[in-house]
Nanobody
């Protein structure tokens, strides 16, 4: 059974930083691409950042470029999202997702893949003063 468990969310002031973690189990970790997605109230889910199996290829949604950084530790079977310069518009539930290696990294993030990835349960990130 595949499990993706997010942690590290919470309340942070504008301009602050958070580090999200996604611990994966039940799959061959280095055979999967991973991504972070978010969904704000009343909005569609959007891809924030995705990373290839080796970590050599990354994709970022335009609004987070230069502020967010995705990485993975294949030995620890964990994916990270370092978020800095947080803005109120970053407030959302953040989800970790895992997709097969055959998918293109960008296509996974813009949700144009032939199937659905595995999803975590999501974690709240609130940016507010």
């Amino acid at each position: 059974q595949v499990r993706l468990v997010e942690s590290g969310g919470g309340l942070v002031q504008p301009g602050g930083s958070l580090r999200l973690s996604c611990a994966a189990s039940g799959l061959t970790f280095d055979a999967y691409k991973f991504g972070w997605f978010r969904q704000a109230p009343g909005k569609d889910r959007e891809g924030v950042s995705c990373i290839s199996t080796s970590g050599s290829i990354t994709y970022y949604e335009d609004s987070v470029k230069g502020r967010f950084s995705i990485s993975r530790d294949n030995a620890k079977k964990t994916v990270f999202l370092e978020m800095s310069g947080l803005k109120p518009e970053d407030t959302a539930v953040y989800f970790c997702a895992a997709g097969p290696a055959r998918w293109k990294t960008q296509e996974m993030c813009i949700q144009r893949t032939p199937g659905s990835p595995y999803w975590g349960q999501g974690i709240q990130v609130t940016v507010s003063s």
